[in-house]
């Protein structure tokens, strides 16, 4: 089946520690997506990409990294920067190339927690 | 499994009957938007998308109503299930990147 995978579903992180979660597609989707979600709020935009080898900030980069080495895989860094990581990180891929107006696809994310 | 939406604006409704969840947008330039359904510990779901040239699509047991007056959104579920409790957001299509923009949602609760 195609689909969004992303690893691992929970994940617990120490003070000082940077962690990286990972998001596979196998849709040939162009465009991935990295998203945090808190409790009663939308979907916020952290970094994107469009193609591999290229991406851009979202609204809210600033103590997260993310690399785009292959077409299928976006993995996103939580850094020891980032002072509230603690929500739901979702990933998100579209057939997207910019103005085509594709839905994005949604991975079932992970929780990451704070020890 | 875990709350993704605490406070949200609730809809409760009666197994059967018809459902009805409103969106606001914010953009009257937004071209571009889709409603998704996200159950207790999973990703959001794609469940229907509407461009601006339209004001009604229709898929199966949901519509969509799209008024760019008022810049309104709703999805009208027909005949609601047990299986549709979930919340449900709106999205809107802000720019040239499929940069969207997401609502914070509305619970939907289905009693038998």
């Known amino acids: 089946d195609g689909g969004i995978t992303q690893s691992p579903k929970y994940l617990f992180r120490k003070e000082g520690q940077n962690v990286t979660l990972s998001c596979e597609q196998n849709?040939?989707?162009?465009?991935m997506y990295w998203y945090r979600q808190d409790p009663g709020q939308g979907l916020r935009l952290i970094y994107y990409s469009q193609i591999v080898n290229d991406f851009q900030k979202g609204d809210i980069a600033e103590g997260y990294s993310v690399s785009r080495e292959k077409k299928e895989s976006f993995p996103l860094t939580v850094t020891s920067a980032q002072k509230n990581p603690t929500a739901f990180y979702l990933c998100a891929s579209s057939r997207g190339r910019p103005g085509s107006n594709q839905p994005q696809h949604f991975g079932d994310g992970t929780r990451l927690s704070i020890l | 499994g875990e709350s993704v939406g605490l406070h949200l604006p609730t809809l409760s409704v009666q197994e059967g009957d018809n459902s009805i969840i409103n969106c606001a947008y914010s953009n009257s330039a937004s071209d571009y938007f889709i409603w998704y359904k996200q159950e207790s510990g999973k990703g959001p779901q794609f469940i229907i998308d509407?461009?601006?040239?339209?004001d009604k699509r229709q898929g199966q047991r949901v519509t969509v109503l799209l008024n760019k007056t008022v810049k309104h959104l709703s999805l009208q579920i027909a005949a609601t299930q047990p299986g549709d409790s979930a919340v449900y957001f709106c999205a809107e299509n802000i720019g040239n990147n499929n940069d969207m923009r997401f609502g914070a949602g509305t619970r939907l609760t289905v009693k038998p």
């Open positions: 509407i461009r601006s040239n339209m």
């Open positions: 849709l040939n989707h162009d465009a």
